[in-house]
């Protein structure tokens, strides 16, 4: 394990005595979206340098899947702090939870503790940190606030189908979810690759979509990429009746190209 004094006075380094700040600093770690080997080197020696590391907690009020990915990583003394982030489309329940989740994290700062707040994939990629952080800025503006960037999940899932995720002039369209399906027919029309993120609530519709549209083979789909879970499926032509989890990825490449 690194020790808190590890790097000290070398470039880079979290040495506290470089920080003008009374107050300590929020990281926000992108610690990929399942493989803990995926994490950065500047992701774990922040990490392992803090002295407090906030995630979002699961259904159950425990640490959830982030902490789950760099448990192993970090020392037995650090503060773990789950904070309810609810998966709710209703603008004030999440603004509500995001303040007080900002709250908690600024009492800790506010004390001159550095806190990570670990995320699945990547901080700034349809993160909840981003949420966590601007709560965070209004409550003490003094704060810093660092991202330190990760894998996200559709490069995790394109190299699981060892294909890339776009070539030369190709455009690319992500849909962070669809609630009208509408929204992949038009995205299709200008992009040459398409990436429907947590598609499961509407994966039957956008399956016949496809379909009519002659793309299935073009099609993959990535669950619970980079866990003991994943499933690949290259093609969408026998996923007709499929029921994928909420981890996964759709990924549909009008020119198809594979290793």
């Known amino acids: 394990m690194v020790p808190n004094n ?21 990281w926000g770690i992108g610690v990929g979206p399942g ?12 990490l392992q340098t803090v002295e407090v590391v906030a995630c979002p907690q699961n259904r ?29 489309r209703d603008p004030a329940q999440l603004h509500q939870a995001q303040t007080a989740a900002g709250q908690t994290l600024v009492t800790y700062l506010e004390q001159g503790q550095d806190v990570a707040f670990i995320t699945e994939g990547d901080a700034s990629f349809y993160s909840t940190f981003s949420y966590v952080a601007q709560a965070v800025h209004r409550l003490a503006p003094s704060v810093d606030i660092t991202p330190v960037p990760g894998v996200c999940s559709p ?16 455009k690319i369209a992500v849909l962070p ?26 994966f039957a519709q956008v399956w016949q979509q496809l379909a009519a549209a ?23 032509v026998p996923l007709e009746n499929h029921t994928p989890p909420y981890f996964s990825i759709l990924i549909v490449r009008r020119h198809d190209y594979r290793f």
């Open 6 to 26: 590890a790097g000290a006075g070398m470039p880079g380094s979290l040495d506290r005595a470089e920080l003008s700040s009374p107050w300590g600093r929020l």
């Open 155 to 170: 490069l995790a899932a394109v190299a699981a189908l060892n294909m890339p995720l776009a070539l030369a002039a190709e």
């Open 60 to 88: 159950q009020g425990e640490a959830g899947m982030a902490y789950g990915i760099v448990r192993p990583y970090l020392r037995s003394e650090q503060v773990v702090v789950p904070l309810h982030l609810p998966f709710v």
């Open 214 to 236: 002659e793309l299935l083979e073009q099609s993959s789909l990535v669950e619970w990429v980079g866990s003991a879970q994943e499933k690949l499926y290259p093609s969408l």
């Open 177 to 202: 979810a669809l609630y009208d399906v509408a929204e992949l027919t038009q995205a299709l029309a200008w992009a040459e690759v398409v990436v429907v993120m947590k598609v499961a609530s509407v």
């Open 35 to 46: 493989d803990g080997e995926w994490l950065t080197l500047k992701g774990l020696k922040v």
